[in-house]
T-cell receptor
Framework: DTGVSQDPRHKITKRGQNVTFRCDPISEHNRLYWYRQTLGQGPEFLTYFQNEAQLEKSRLLSDRFSAERPKGSFSTLEIQRTEQGDSAMYLC??????????FGPGTRLTVT | EDKVVQSPLSLVVHEGDTVTLNCSYEVTNFRSLLWYKQEKKAPTFLFMLTSSGIEKKSGRLSSILDKKELFSILNITATQTGDSAIYLCAVEMTGNQFYFGTGTSLTVIP
């Protein structure tokens, strides 16, 4: 399968713990996006990479969130000191052109 | 404040009906508008629209953009149960940021 993959698919954590998610984009795609989606809402933009450079970051993103794409291939999203409000589906998408995005299956985070 | 508003929020139709989904937007630095279909998994791409008045068509689905009135519609003709999904509209702004609407939930009854 050459689509976007995300790991883990599900994560349950206790409030206050740190979590890290991984996204592997389609191999020739240089653009990578992170979104958060809660029930009944559309995906909410979090951040965007072109190659290894983080070019955009939502102003809604608190300092507890950080993302990296060290070699311009896979990316990680870390949430520190998780809160119950962080419970959501975290989606990763990649694109070659910056227009049509291919989404991964998502990581569902539950903070108890 | 940037916003993308989709209507209706939900819709229930019978197989064979035609539906029209609406997406209006108010954003700074508009570049394009995209439609996605989301079933139980992640969104899948349907259309990208950049120019007014040019219809994009794929099978029973079609879409058009009006950049003067700031809206787009997605039409689905001869609906099938497999069309049941959430349809998301997203607007691309400069800086390659994408702003999604809340979606329209479509249910097609046999």
């Amino acid at each position: 399968d050459t689509g976007v993959s995300q790991d883990p698919r599900h994560k349950i954590t206790k409030r206050g713990q740190n979590v890290t998610f991984r996204c592997d984009p389609i191999s020739e795609h240089n653009r990578l996006y992170w979104y958060r989606q809660t029930l009944g809402q559309g995906p909410e933009f979090l951040t965007y990479f072109q190659n290894e450079a983080q070019l955009e970051k939502s102003r809604l993103l608190s300092d507890r969130f950080s993302a990296e794409r060290p070699k311009g291939s896979f990316s990680t999203l870390e949430i520190q000191r998780t809160e119950q409000g962080d419970s959501a589906m975290y989606l990763c998408a990649s694109s070659r052109t910056g227009l049509e995005q291919y989404f991964g299956p998502g990581t569902r985070l539950t903070v108890t | 404040e940037d916003k993308v508003v989709q209507s209706p929020l939900s819709l229930v139709v019978h197989e064979g009906d035609t539906v029209t989904l609406n997406c209006s937007y108010e954003v700074t630095n508009f570049r394009s508008l995209l439609w996605y279909k989301q079933e139980k998994k992640a969104p899948t791409f349907l259309f990208m629209l950049t120019s007014s008045g040019i219809e994009k068509k794929s099978g029973r689905l079609s879409s058009i953009l009006d950049k003067k009135e700031l809206f787009s519609i997605l039409n689905i003709t001869a609906t099938q149960t497999g069309d049941s999904a959430i349809y998301l509209c997203a607007v691309e702004m400069t800086g390659n940021q994408f702003y999604f609407g809340t979606g329209t939930s479509l249910t097609v009854i046999p």
